[in-house]
């Protein structure tokens, strides 16, 4: 039987897992001088023109150098990441990626106009955002310090950050997150109840995708 930090990481769902590990490892390699957080980053012009497309992928795990804000971002996404994950995706994991993959796209889109080298704590906070939304009476206690209904938890993260890091260039990438997560709660859950057109694209993954996680 696994014990420990080993039984821990196995009892996170699978897609919150991967993304933890990931993100863990990128970080690991970088304090241990494996790699740079230049040869991660991304823009259009490296990751296209210069062809290194891995850019587009490493930009997602790089949460920044081992530091208050890696846990404060990495313990938040994986808390809230992980309970959306057991709930609203339970035994749909072909959703929860497509979720994550077009929010991706989104973001990848709107890198330069905000000059978002890295993506990750953006990413992460769009989990945040969809869960607040589908949890709108849940109380959340933030730090012990006091408590607020779950729709206010991505502003009041936002503000942390902002404190944190001490200049509101550091809380662009989550608001960005935020923005982004906002469209994806709009498509799923908004656009397919009150819409004459139901599901779409946005909202349902492919078939293909479903047969590949196993969902069908």
């Not at 000059?115 to 953006?122: A, C, I, R, T, V």
């Amino acid at each position: 039987m696994p014990v420990g930090i080993e039984a821990w990481v196995t009892q996170i769902p699978p897609i919150t897992r991967g993304w933890l590990v990931l993100a863990v490892l990128t970080s690991l390699a970088v304090q241990c001088h494996l790699v740079t957080p230049l040869q991660l980053y991304f823009s259009f012009n490296t990751a296209f023109t210069k062809v290194q497309p891995w850019r587009a992928l490493t930009t997602f795990f790089y949460f920044g150098p081992i530091s208050l804000d890696f846990v404060f971002h990495l313990f938040f996404f994986m808390r809230y990441s992980r309970m959306l994950e057991e709930s609203s995706f339970a035994n749909r994991r072909a959703d929860y990626f497509w979720l994550l993959s077009l929010s991706s796209g989104m973001l990848l889109a709107l890198s330069p106009l905000f000059n978002l080298p890295f993506l990750s704590s953006s990413l992460a906070f769009v989990p945040i955002y969809l869960w607040s939304r589908r949890h709108p009476s849940t109380p959340i206690s933030l730090f012990g310090l006091f408590t607020i209904t779950a729709p206010y938890l991505p502003l009041a993260l936002v503000a942390f950050s902002w404190l944190l890091n001490g200049t509101w260039r550091a809380a662009a990438g989550d608001l960005v997150g935020c923005a982004v997560g906002h469209v994806g709660w709009f498509m799923r859950d908004v656009w397919t109840r009150e819409m004459v057109g139901g599901p779409t694209i946005l909202s349902e993954p492919p078939e293909r995708l479903k047969r590949l996680f196993g969902d069908i």
